[in-house]
C-alpha cells in the first residue's frame, strides 16, 4: 500500500524559514516524480514545486521561485520542501503526491501557518 | 497561466445521475484529470487523461472531452460521493487545478 506522510509544518513567523520532509513507502520511490500541491484554508488546490526521478530536474511556480526549494533523498525515500522567505501567503495545507501526468497518491498533508 | 472553470456546487439526489463540467481557456488536449475531495481528507485521482479510471475507483465515475471542454459524471450518485470535485490540467505548464465543484444532498 502506497502511503506518504509529511511532517514538519508549524506556526511561523514571516520571513523565516521552515523544511517540509514526506516519508514514502509501499512503492518504489525512485521510479517517480514527486511534487508538492497546497490547499489554502477553505480555498482550492494550487502545485507548488515537483522533481524529477533522481532529482536533476526540479520546478516551481512562480511565487515561489527563488524561496522554496524542492528535494529528494531516494535512499531514505523522503521528499523534501525548504520554504525560505515564507509569507502569509504561503498559509496553506501542503501535500506531498506522486506524480506522472497526473497526481497519483497523496499524503495526509501537513499545515503551515505564517503568522506574527 | 491556464483557467479551468468549474460550476462552483450541484444539489443532487442519490440515485441520479450528475456531470459537473470544466472548462479551460487554452486547449489542454486530453491531459484533463479528476480528484475527489471529502471535508478534512487529501485529494483522490478519479480519472486521469480525460477519461481513464484510476486503480479500484467504481465504474459509476466517468470522463469524456478534450481540448477545452470536459465532463466529470457519477452515474448513479451514492451518498458517499458527497464532496468537492477539481479538475486538473498537465498540458500546459504551470499545472493548474480548477476552483472545485461542491457536490450537495437537494
Known amino acids: 500500500e502506497v502511503q506518504l506522510v509529511e511532517s514538519g509544518g508549524g506556526l511561523v513567523q514571516p520571513g523565516r524559514s521552515l523544511k517540509l520532509s514526506c516519508a514514502a513507502s509501499?512503492?518504489?520511490?525512485?521510479?517517480?516524480?514527486m511534487a508538492w500541491v497546497r490547499q489554502a484554508p477553505t480555498k482550492g488546490l494550487e502545485w507548488v514545486a515537483s522533481?524529477?526521478?533522481?532529482?536533476?530536474?526540479?520546478y516551481y511556480r512562480d511565487s515561489v521561485k527563488g524561496r522554496f526549494t524542492i528535494s529528494r533523498d531516494n535512499a531514505k525515500s523522503s521528499l523534501y520542501l525548504q520554504m525560505d522567505s515564507l509569507r502569509s501567503e504561503d498559509t496553506a495545507t501542503y501535500y506531498c503526491?506522486?506524480?506522472?501526468?497526473?497526481?497519483?497518491?497523496w499524503g495526509q498533508g501537513v499545515m503551515v501557518t505564517v503568522s506574527s | 497561466d491556464t483557467v479551468l472553470t468549474q460550476s462552483p456546487a450541484l444539489a443532487v439526489s442519490p440515485g441520479e445521475r450528475v456531470t459537473i463540467s470544466c472548462r479551460a481557456s487554452?486547449?489542454?488536449?486530453?491531459?484533463m484529470h479528476w480528484y475527489q475531495q471529502k471535508p478534512g481528507q487529501q485529494p483522490k485521482l478519479l480519472i486521469y487523461?480525460?477519461?481513464n479510471l484510476a486503480s479500484g475507483v467504481p465504474a459509476r465515475f466517468s470522463g469524456s472531452g478534450s481540448g477545452t471542454d470536459f465532463t466529470f459524471t457519477i452515474d448513479p450518485v451514492e451518498a458517499d460521493d458527497i464532496a468537492t470535485y477539481y479538475c486538473?490540467?498537465?498540458?500546459?505548464?504551470?499545472?493548474?487545478f480548477g476552483a472545485g465543484t461542491k457536490l450537495e444532498l437537494k
Open positions: 503526491t506522486t506524480t506522472s501526468l497526473q497526481f497519483d497518491y
Open positions: 509501499g512503492f518504489t520511490f525512485s521510479d517517480y516524480y
Open positions: 522533481i524529477s526521478y533522481d532529482g536533476g530536474s526540479t
Open positions: 487554452e486547449s489542454v488536449s486530453t491531459l
Open positions: 487523461k480525460a477519461s
Open positions: 486538473h490540467q498537465s498540458w500546459n505548464s504551470p499545472d493548474t
